[in-house]
């Protein structure tokens, strides 16, 4: 909801629990006002009238108060907006007017032909912030930097920065420590979203799990990005991001022009770690993931298994232990085309390898289906190997630069989608696979980052790094538009690729490469930040574990710690015993039954991984689950109840698993008893109200 001042210049957006207010003064600045617990029209004013301190001449008023800091004037700040034409650099903008349609609220200025529009949406408690600029003047206008948006806290003493960092198979890690003086700024310049950092960010000062202030924002873009959080000298809080890292030119605008940058969401809960991520999840559930009210299928993944030694018999022999142990979606990784036997060849190439595959895909999806289960596969449509039949035809269809080197990770290049005819090239590979067998998922990775991100012939060819990613997803929404029963994952090697636009367009994403479950503990904590458990595949691999360290666990272990999101299995179930095979149908099954309850409950993160004992609980309307995870028992110590959340403490609740009843009281208060015990025990609890 929007209400407007009647000098309609003092606005105030307004969910369920929180309010947002900004003000535009009579020098048309537009200065932020409040950020918070749920306040009245009356209380903005109150606020739009207190006096702006006076700082001159070496600070000023405005730094840490705009809503939107401009390069240019009396300003010291980051500038979310960078902009310049041949005659000059900056912007002084005037304000033309303001517009409310539906629960989105513009502001428009405008300087010198360069139309500027401010965007505010509130979604729930989450308020979605974007700019859009549009050329309406004569002369070009080189866009240097335009972020989504600039954030401001309120003045509070001892500010707390969280993040998650992370490498390859490492992703997703929380961290926190004290903001300083001077600016904190984490990102990618590497044309993806990267492994090294999630775009969220969240800040507290005496925040926990379940109680006190947090703000988050997080950022929609798949490409290279920032997000710059500054304590100013006066100890204000301002969070700037948006699309690029640098500022050396995000686009040039040509007359009759326009740039929309990505959305930069922001929240305020007063819940809590936990209670912010419980509205970080409904907004993507109920605004961002496709079809979020259906629940993701169990899904076998090859890659683990088989690698790049494939062949249809093998894949058709792994579909029936997979179809027998109540798997829904088999997928088939790498290796199924073109000369792709390993990582050297054959990317570029959609269409099957023909050794392997001599009648194409549609016998073993055909297969596949016939023992009740859906038909996937994975691509790297983004990426080329320089040994394959698409490079020998076009090999400026590359990334490059004239007269350098081309440099290779794991053996391949990256293809220039800002390129129409590559954008079409992909289309029709990609539309004739989905076309060519009952394909029903597509697992698309990208798994290399921008080196040489040139384009030889181009005017500007630094708008390769925004085409790119509009490139990627136009592609994946007309795939979608012309194949609405196909659902995708979004894969990075592993996490590279996770944020909020590319989740806007997929089903579900690959957490990491790391399958390990004691590692994925700590990774799942981290992702659970902001992702909901319907987005977050982890797929039950071999002990030991092949993929990374070679660690040992329990099947039980592995199997709980994956059901904390979308189940998979990863592992080599040729290998399976027939023990081992009885029990993943049992955990399989017992997932089946809770799955609604994970992939569209409420998340309590109960115990961190850090410990020993970690658990996660899942409530939905009178269901509720706990997945407890002991990763060693000290000196024959029994473990700590798990105080659950989440629950009438009035009601009583059974357990299905040991039919006892308990008060929600006790449960609240005094905790479940797991009665785990020895190493890499686990369990799980369903809780009914009765
Ligand atoms: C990436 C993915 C893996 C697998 C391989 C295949 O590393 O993250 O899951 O698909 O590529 O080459």
């Not at 010198?112 to 965007?119: D, Q, R, S, V």
């Not at 028992?633 to 700590?640: K, L």
Request: proline share 6%.
């Amino acid at each position: 909801m929007v209400d407007i001042a009647e000098n309609e210049r003092t606005w105030l957006l307004s969910g369920p629990s929180s309010s947002y207010a900004l003000h535009l003064t009579e020098e048309d600045e537009l200065l932020h006002l409040h950020w918070g617990p749920s306040i009245a029209l009356v209380d903005a004013e109150a606020l739009a009238v207190r006096p702006l301190p006076g700082y001159w001449p070496f600070e000023t008023p405005l730094d840490g108060r705009e809503e939107y800091p401009v390069e240019g004037g009396p300003r010291f700040v980051r500038p979310a907006l960078s902009v310049r034409t041949e005659e000059r650099r900056g912007t002084e903008w005037t304000f033309t007017g303001h517009e409310v349609e539906g629960d989105e609220l513009r502001l428009r200025f405008w300087d010198a032909g360069l139309a500027i529009t401010l965007h505010y949406r509130m979604r729930g408690d989450v308020v979605e912030r974007w700019v859009t600029l549009d050329n309406e003047g004569p002369a070009r206008v080189e866009l240097l930097r335009a972020d989504a948006a600039t954030w401001t806290l309120p003045d509070r003493e001892g500010w707390r920065l969280s993040q998650l960092h992370g490498r390859w198979a490492a992703e997703s890690r929380l961290t926190s420590a004290p903001l300083t003086h001077g600016e904190k700024v984490i990102g990618s310049r590497r044309g993806h979203t990267g492994h090294q950092h999630l775009p969220w960010v969240a800040l507290d000062t005496d925040a926990t799990e379940e109680r006190g202030e947090v703000y988050g924002c997080a950022l929609g873009w798949s490409g290279s990005w920032r997000i710059a959080v500054a304590q100013l000298p006066d100890a204000r809080v301002q969070i700037t991001g948006g699309a690029g890292y640098d500022e050396s030119g995000l686009l040039m605008l040509e007359a009759g022009e326009s740039y929309t940058s990505p959305v930069f969401a922001g929240l305020w809960s007063d819940g809590g770690f936990g209670g912010a991520s419980r509205t970080w999840h409904a907004y993507q559930r109920a605004h961002i993931i496709p079809d979020a009210d259906r629940d993701r299928p169990v899904l076998f993944n090859s890659w683990e298994a088989t690698n790049f030694d494939i062949s249809e018999d093998q894949q058709s022999a792994l579909a029936r232990r997979a179809a027998a142990i109540g798997v829904e979606l088999f997928v088939v990784d790498d290796g199924w085309f073109g000369a792709r036997t390993s990582d050297r060849a054959g990317l570029g190439d959609w269409t099957p390898n023909p050794d392997r595959f001599p009648n194409g895909l549609k016998p073993l999806a055909d297969s596949v289906h016939a023992l009740g289960m859906q038909f996937g596969i994975w691509v790297e449509p983004e990426m080329i190997n320089p040994d394959s039949d698409l490079y020998r035809a076009h090999p400026d269809w590359v990334q490059y630069q004239s007269g350098r080197k081309r440099t290779e990770l794991r053996n391949q290049l990256v293809l220039n989608l800002a390129r129409e005819d590559v954008q079409e090239y992909l289309w029709e590979q990609l539309d004739a696979l989905l076309s060519s067998a009952p394909i029903d998922y597509v697992k698309w990775d990208f798994n290399r980052c921008f080196t040489d991100a040139g384009w030889p012939g181009e005017p500007y060819p630094q708008r390769l790094w925004v085409d790119h990613v509009r490139a990627f997803y136009a592609l994946l929404d007309r795939l979608r538009a012309a194949h609405p029963g196909v659902a995708f994952e979004s894969c990075s090697g592993g996490g590279g690729r996770i944020d909020l636009g590319v989740m806007s367009r997929t089903d579900q994403v690959w957490t990491s490469d790391n399958t390990d479950p004691l590692d994925r503990l700590a990774i799942q904590h981290g992702f659970t930040q902001i992702h909901p458990a319907r987005v977050m595949a982890a797929w039950v691999t071999d002990s030991p574990n092949t993929q990374l360290n070679g660690r040992f666990s329990s099947l039980r272990f592995r199997f709980v710690s994956s059901m904390a999101g979308v189940l998979g299995v990863g592992g080599d179930l040729a290998e399976w015993s027939e023990e081992e095979l009885t029990e993943a149908g049992e955990w399989v099954e017992l997932y089946k039954e809770i799955r609604p309850v994970v992939q569209r409950g409420e998340l309590y993160r109960l115990r961190p991984p850090e410990g020993g004992l970690s658990a996660v609980q899942y409530v939905l309307g009178d269901e509720t689950v706990v997945l407890a995870c002991l990763q060693a028992q000290s000196y024959g110590e029994p473990v700590p109840a798990l105080r659950l959340r989440g629950l009438d403490p009035t009601a009583s609740y059974e357990c299905r698993e040991t039919g006892e009843i308990h008060r929600g009281a006790v449960l609240l208060h005094h905790g479940l008893r797991a009665g785990l015990r020895g190493d890499f025990d686990a369990a799980v609890f369903r809780l009914r109200r009765i």
